[in-house]
C-alpha cells in the first residue's frame, strides 16, 4: 500500500514533442504528489508538486494531472528539449515520509 | 537559506571493511532526515529515516545502520561492507513529508 507505480521505465521523445510520465498509488492516505528531476550523479531536485484539491497544476512547460478516482496522476512535459534528457520520479506522501516511484529515464532527442 | 553537505563524493572500500558516510544539514532546525540509496537501475531505496534525534525508523532489513548523533547530522554506517553495497547513496532533508524535499549531492559507494 506504500508503493508508488511508475511507468515508463525509459522514454525516448522527439524535440518539440510531448513526453508523458504516469504514476499510480494505492494509499488513500496520500495527500502530497510531487515530481523530481534528476541530473547524472547529481541528486533529485523538486520539480513540480500538487495536492489532491486540484486536478491540474501548471509550472511553464510541465504540468500536473491529478485524478483522485482513479488514484492515478502524470507528467506532461510540452515543447520537450534536450536540457530535459534527465530522469523523473515521482512521489506521494501523508503525514510520513515521502515514497518514490521507480523512475523513468527520459532521452529528448534534437 | 539551508544547504545540505554530504561526503565524501565517491568512495572505494573493499570488502568487509567498514563504512561511515556523513550528511548535515545547515539553516534549519529539527528537520526530517533521510537515507536513500540509488542502484544502477535508477530507483530510490529509502533506507533509513529519522523525525528526530535519536529516532531512526528502518525501511529494508540490510547490512547497514543509521544514526542521529545531533539534530542536524545523520550518519549512515556499516561494520563490514558486502560487494551488494555498492551504489549511490543520497541523504535528504524535508521539513514535513508535505514539503519539498532537498538531497545532497549523493556519495558513489564501489565495494571491491
Known amino acids: 500500500q506504500q508503493q508508488v507505480k511508475q511507468s515508463p521505465q525509459s522514454l525516448i521523445v522527439q524535440k518539440g514533442g510531448i513526453s508523458i510520465i504516469n504514476c499510480a498509488y494505492e494509499?488513500?492516505?496520500?495527500?502530497?504528489f510531487p515530481w523530481y528531476q534528476q541530473f547524472p550523479g547529481k541528486g533529485p531536485a523538486l520539480l513540480i508538486a500538487i495536492r489532491p484539491d486540484v486536478s491540474e497544476k501548471k509550472e511553464g512547460r510541465f504540468t500536473i494531472s491529478f485524478n483522485k478516482s482513479a488514484k492515478q496522476f502524470s507528467l506532461h512535459i510540452m515543447d520537450s528539449q534536450p536540457g530535459d534528457s534527465a530522469t523523473y520520479f515521482c512521489a506521494a506522501s501523508g503525514a510520513q515520509k515521502l515514497v518514490f516511484g521507480q523512475g523513468t529515464r527520459l532521452t529528448i532527442n534534437p | 537559506s539551508q544547504t545540505i553537505h554530504q561526503w565524501p563524493a565517491t568512495l572505494v572500500q573493499p570488502v568487509g571493511s567498514p563504512l561511515s558516510l556523513e550528511c548535515t544539514v545547515e539553516g534549519t532546525s529539527n528537520p526530517n532526515l533521510y537515507w536513500y540509496r540509488q542502484a544502477a537501475g535508477r530507483g530510490l531505496q529509502l533506507l533509513f529515516y529519522?523525525?528526530?534525534?535519536?529516532?531512526i525508523s528502518s525501511e529494508v532489513p540490510q547490512n547497514l545502520s543509521a544514526s542521529r548523533p545531533q539534530d542536524r547530522q545523520f550518519i549512515l554506517s556499516s561494520k563490514k561492507l558486502l560487494l551488494s553495497d555498492s551504489g549511490f547513496y543520497l541523504c535528504?532533508?524535508?521539513?514535513?513529508?508535505?514539503?519539498?524535499?532537498?538531497f545532497g549531492q549523493g556519495t558513489r559507494l564501489t565495494v571491491v
Open positions: 529519522s523525525v528526530g534525534i535519536g529516532q
Open positions: 494509499n488513500t492516505a496520500f495527500d502530497y
Open positions: 535528504a532533508w524535508d521539513r514535513s513529508a508535505r514539503t519539498e524535499a532537498f
